[in-house]
């Protein structure tokens, strides 16, 4: 009898889902690579969040991980390494704390971007916001990736969390994601 392991399932399926949800939602918002082929960077990558209930009810987020990223025009820049940290709070956790949605959501998020080249390795620093409006707090959840700055909209992405369908604190303290994004 031939079985079918549903963890094992989900767990293959995430990183294509989220890879399919990015390439779609960067065509939703005209991060087109002919626009900003230049500038143009696509990410992907995991690390730890864990999501705790606070004495006061809300739900504070931390996250830390890293990326590769490449320019899709193959334009020789070298390896770009992210290293991401990120925090926000909500009211609620969606689904996941009884509520039939997760309020609109913010992450303030600090990315180092580096450079590896054969002379040397380039860092910048971009301090961005993702965020994305009330929602049930799905598996994946697709997110708009702004310029903390200035406000503009730099691109899109997708961030799995709840591992094998476990809600916080249950399950794995981890995330995929990735996302597409101008600059």
Excluded at 24 to 51: E, F, K, M, R
Excluded at 94 to 122: D, E, H, Q, R, Y
Aim: glycine share 12%; net charge neutral.
């Amino acid at each position: 009898m031939l079985a079918i392991s549903l963890p094992s399932t989900i767990r293959r399926l995430i990183p294509r889902v989220a890879l399919a949800s990015v390439a779609a939602s960067g065509l939703v918002v005209g991060v087109a690579p002919q626009a900003h082929a230049a500038s143009q960077l696509v990410c992907n990558g995991g690390g730890g969040i864990t999501i705790d209930k606070q004495l006061d009810g809300t739900y504070r987020w931390a996250m830390s991980g890293a990326a590769t990223c490449e320019n899709p025009d193959g334009s020789p820049r070298g390896v770009t390494v992210a290293s991401l940290t990120g925090l926000a709070q909500t009211d609620g956790l969606g689904f996941c704390s009884g509520a039939k949605v997760l309020s609109a959501f913010s992450m303030n998020v600090a990315i180092t971007f580096s450079v590896l080249t054969p002379i040397g390795t380039i860092s910048r620093i971009e301090h961005q916001v993702w965020s994305f409006p009330a929602t049930t707090f799905p598996i994946i959840t697709a997110y708009t990736v702004g310029d903390q700055d200035d406000g503009s909209t730099l691109g899109t992405g997708a961030i799995t969390t709840h591992i094998f369908g476990q809600c916080p604190p249950l399950g794995q303290p981890s995330m995929q994601v990735a996302w597409v994004q101008s600059k």
